[in-house]
């Protein structure tokens, strides 16, 4: 079972690697192949916010991109000790790419609740939870006044303008 989940997280990590490309890149790699096929074409360009790419790489939409690599994130933090720090570290730093290349918040609230639950239920869980919170606090400011502040919260539901349409589509949904 530990091999095949280590399996998912590999094909995931190489697969965020393709959506960081995109995301830098500002071109799908995928996009084309339904064409060369003679199929349906494989997803479409999709921006958010300040003109920021979407990437999907072969999966073929961001969201369910972002799924993937949250899921493989939750993985990667049960699989923690059968791995070297250094690899771990690598591959943490390539999911998180990853997901922030989806540019999804859906995914990314679930690999931030996969975290903290981590965090909370391991041994020490109430000492890593104080050091999260303290960090957070720590960092807030500080994030606050670097350019990219207005970006993220660009992103952010009701305080952010990008995507106001989704928004007001979930309102009615609801009711």
Do not use: N
């Amino acid at each position: 079972m530990r091999d095949a989940l280590m399996a998912f997280v590999v094909a995931a990590v190489a697969l965020c690697a393709v959506a960081a490309f995109e995301t830098l890149k500002h071109w799908l790699l995928y996009v084309a192949l339904g064409d060369a096929l003679g199929t349906e074409p494989l997803g479409g360009y999709a921006l958010r916010g300040t003109g920021l790419l979407r990437a999907t790489a072969s999966v073929g939409q961001s969201i369910p991109l972002g799924y993937v690599v949250a899921v493989a994130f939750g993985l990667t933090l049960y699989l923690r000790r059968l791995v070297s720090d250094r690899a771990w570290v690598m591959c943490v730093a390539s999911l998180l790419a990853g997901l922030g290349a989806a540019l999804s918040r859906g995914p990314m609230v679930g690999a931030a609740a996969m975290a903290l639950v981590y965090a909370v239920t391991g041994e020490g869980g109430k000492r890593r939870l104080i050091a999260l919170t303290g960090a957070g606090i720590a960092l807030l400011p500080i994030a606050m006044i670097t350019p990219a502040a207005d970006a993220l919260l660009g992103y952010v539901p009701f305080i952010g303008a990008g995507q106001d349409v989704t928004f007001v589509y979930r309102e009615r949904l609801l009711e």
